[in-house]
């Protein structure tokens, strides 16, 4: 690191992207430890869901600014309890919230990436949605999630997952997410999926059943995703202030998308990380805006150079010294570990 005048010069602050995951990975635990590490997330969270929970109080769902909040520690298991539509109401205020202090932090994006359910926090972020309006997309989405099914994910390529398929005979089984160019996730009924499951594992391949008790990026949900569309172009819209890329898409959104189409295209299209992940700058500064890590082990494996962190999951973020995460010679090897490696 350069040094002027006997005072350390930091290195340039890179492209920053906060991706906003899916519904797969929620866990609770992180946030709490989050929101008492840093003051301004616990503001941020009250801040949204003052907005958020007046639109879940019309569906019966408690005030979520205190149960997330308060000295219980809420569980996924609790969440689940309440009336439908609590865990994403939940999910998706918990993300508009961390954005919003990793902006007043001085790590506001230069884009943003929407994974799945990840798109509605992420058109909120780029200025196309109010987040009462973000809040009413979460619960439309929660209204039309059949149960019929589940979701597993592969330890492998999407060509040997097409393989397996195949030589399961699983025809009603099909390739939901690409996460990486050896993460597969596939979806379809539960009978179907545990026969693929099974024949996975004979063949060597670590198969995982997602904690999630719906179905999704499945092409059977035609008549779900038309009367999500309908639902969620009921709502306010406008055009993406910064660049927003749709891993289902694939692309950057433009002016002339239909970005409530776009949501309800997450019922029924595959979702490709890889690709859409190749429009980015390579060293960009990739920040996971949920309360996991999974979405940022599968950036660290397409974007290599890139700077990964997952703010709310890594224990020693440094939420109090934002540039340390691009000039990482300031802190502790133990500081780097939490979140940069």
């Known amino acids: 690191m350069a040094d002027i005048g006997g005072r350390s010069m930091r290195a340039s602050k890179p492209n920053v992207v906060h991706i906003f995951p899916g519904q797969g990975n929620f866990p609770l635990t992180p946030l709490r430890r989050a929101v008492a590490s840093s003051g301004v997330l616990h503001r941020c969270v009250w801040d949204v869901f003052t907005e958020a929970d007046p639109v879940g109080a019309k569906r019966g769902i408690p005030v979520l600014r205190k149960a997330l909040l308060g000295t219980r520690q ?40 929407g994974v799945s359910f990840g798109e509605i926090a992420a058109l909120c972020a ?32 999407d060509v040997r997952t097409q393989e397996l398929l195949h030589l399961a005979g699983a025809t009603n089984v099909a390739i939901a997410c690409r996460n990486s160019p050896t993460e597969t996730v596939i ?25 999630l008790p719906v179905l999704c990026h499945h092409p059977s949900l035609t008549a779900e995703a038309r009367g999500l569309s309908e639902a969620l172009h009921r709502l306010k819209f406008t055009a993406p202030k910064i660049p927003m890329y749709s891993a289902v898409a694939q ?16 019922l029924i299209k595959p979702l490709s990380l890889p690709t859409t992940l190749a429009a980015l700058p390579p060293t960009a500064l990739v920040a996971e805006v949920g309360t996991g890590g999974a979405l940022a082990r599968s950036v660290r494996t397409i974007l290599p150079a890139a700077t990964v962190c997952s703010p709310v999951a890594e224990e020693g973020f440094p939420w109090h010294d934002m540039p340390a995460l691009w000039s990482p010679s300031d802190v502790s090897t133990d500081q780097k570990r939490g979140w940069r490696m």
């Not at 099974?198 to 904690?211: E, K, P």
Request: glycine share 8%.
């Open 74 to 113: 809420l569980s996924g298991r609790d969440l689940a309890a309440m009336p439908p539509g609590t865990a994403q109401l939940a999910l998706f205020g918990v993300s508009a919230a961390i954005h919003r202090a990793l902006c007043e932090l001085s790590l506001a994006p230069d884009a943003v990436v």
């Open 251 to 266: 692309r950057r959104n433009t002016a002339q998308d239909d970005l409530a189409q776009s949501i309800a295209d997450c």
């Open 187 to 211: 979806s379809g009924p539960l009978d179907d999926l545990a026969v693929v499951e099974a024949l996975a594992r004979q063949h060597g391949v670590n198969a995982t059943r997602i904690n």
């Open 126 to 157: 780029a200025g196309s949605l109010s987040v009462p309006d973000g809040a009413r997309a979460a619960l439309a989405v929660a209204d039309f999630l059949p149960d019929r099914g589940r979701m597993t994910v592969l330890n492998t390529t």
